[in-house]
């Protein structure tokens, strides 16, 4: 394996983690917000992973958009997730800089959580 594969792995596992912990907010506590901001960082860990494996040079960024973007040149399936990427980019910058607070029902970060799933199986 070479090492950005092995660099992929790690950042897979880290996202993997992060969608585990959406999903027992979500079945657990019934707080949406958290969830969201989770749901978030799962899909820019997998994208910063499926990039860094393709030879990608990691750029600290949270924008899901500019990561798709990136992985569009890659791939054009990724095109479709660009309305996903705008609404957790957008919860996630909310969630960490009240009172900009987005309202986000249970509901809502259910689909989500839904559509994150989607893309990871593209990904892996």
């Given at each position: 394996m070479n090492e950005d594969n092995t660099k992929s792995d790690e950042w897979f596992e880290k996202g993997r983690r992060d969608l585990e912990a959406a999903g027992l907010i979500l079945r657990y506590s019934g707080h949406p917000d958290p969830a969201a901001m989770l749901l978030q960082q799962t899909m820019?860990?997998?994208?910063?992973?499926?990039?860094?494996?393709?030879?990608?040079?990691?750029?600290?960024?949270?924008?899901?958009?500019?990561?798709?973007?990136?992985c569009v040149k890659h791939s054009p399936g990724f095109e479709r997730y660009y309305d996903l990427g705008i609404k957790l980019t957008k919860y996630y910058i909310d969630e960490k800089y009240p009172p900009m607070s987005t309202e986000i029902t249970p509901e809502e970060a259910g689909a989500l959580y839904i559509q994150v799933g989607e893309l990871l199986k593209i990904i892996k």
């Open positions: 820019e860990k997998y994208l910063k992973g499926f990039l860094i494996g393709k030879g990608w040079k990691l750029i600290k960024t949270h924008n899901l958009k500019y990561l798709l973007d990136e």
